[in-house]
């Protein structure tokens, strides 16, 4: 499989001198595409400032990032926010839906950020709410769906862009456990592809079985990287 993701040494610390404290410490990790890569670890390991080093979002202290073989830390800050609105796709754990929006307009929003044509957004909004079934929800506000049903808007949204990278944050801590499962196969047979590398942070073990490879985090360190026996 082709390397997705490759960090090296990567290291994030805040404060300085005795208030330093390291919430990433020389973390190196390869993630490919075709697989579905779960980051796992106790509250305050650092999962998020890793992930947000990986998206382009927070620039490493040290140690690099390379995506699709681009070092992307040594992109200028344009390019890096190109790299995010085009490379990288993220789903969250509340869905960050706009209340007042409808559906389309939501996952529209990616597509309206690089300034394309508003009708023509709207037309591949519902083409993506097709992709994960809601193509009859396209007018309806968030508010009227469920929880699933806003977790697949969420998702639409984030595959507007056509990512490389999609990285989801505690996906179905919202969710029911049945609920969660169908999202997770969802991910698994109709969002995964070759061209794509997804990465899921959570602490929900009822989606473990989902995992392609765990990575276990604790105190800014990688302490893991299993491969599930049965895969
Ligand atoms: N902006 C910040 N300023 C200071 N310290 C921070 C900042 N962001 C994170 N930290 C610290 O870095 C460490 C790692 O935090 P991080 O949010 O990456 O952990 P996490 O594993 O994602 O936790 P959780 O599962 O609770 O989301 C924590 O000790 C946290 O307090």
Redesign the pocket.
């Known amino acids: 499989m082709d390397t997705a993701i490759s960090a090296k040494e990567l290291t994030k610390w805040?404060?300085e001198g005795d208030l330093r404290?390291y919430?990433?410490k020389e973390v190196s990790f390869d993630a490919y595409f075709g697989e579905i890569l779960f980051v796992v670890?106790?509250?305050?390991?650092?999962?998020?400032?890793?992930l947000s080093m990986i998206s382009g979002i927070l620039r490493p202290d040290s140690g690099t990032v390379n995506v699709d073989h681009v070092d992307i830390w040594s992109l200028t800050p344009d390019q890096i926010a190109e790299f995010r609105l085009n490379k990288v796709g993220f789903v969250f754990q509340d869905y960050h839906l706009f209340p007042r929006l409808t559906t389309a307009e939501n996952v529209a929003i990616p597509l309206i950020l690089k300034k394309k044509d508003w009708n023509e957004s709207i037309r591949e909004a519902e083409h993506y709410l097709d992709v994960v079934g809601l193509k009859n929800k396209a007018q309806l506000a968030p508010v009227k769906l469920s929880g699933g049903e806003q977790q697949r808007v969420a998702i639409a949204r984030a595959l507007v862009a056509q990512p490389d990278l999609l990285i989801f944050d505690e996906p179905t801590a919202s969710l029911d456990g049945d609920t969660g499962r169908r999202i997770m196969e969802f991910v698994k047979n109709r969002i995964l592809n070759e061209s794509r590398c997804i990465l899921i942070?959570t602490?929900d073990s009822r989606i473990f079985e989902y995992a392609d490879r765990m990575m276990r985090?604790e105190d800014?360190k990688t302490v893991a990287i299993e491969k599930r026996a049965d895969h």
């Open positions: 805040f404060g404290t919430a990433v670890g106790p509250s305050g390991s650092g999962k998020t400032t890793l942070v602490h985090m800014g």
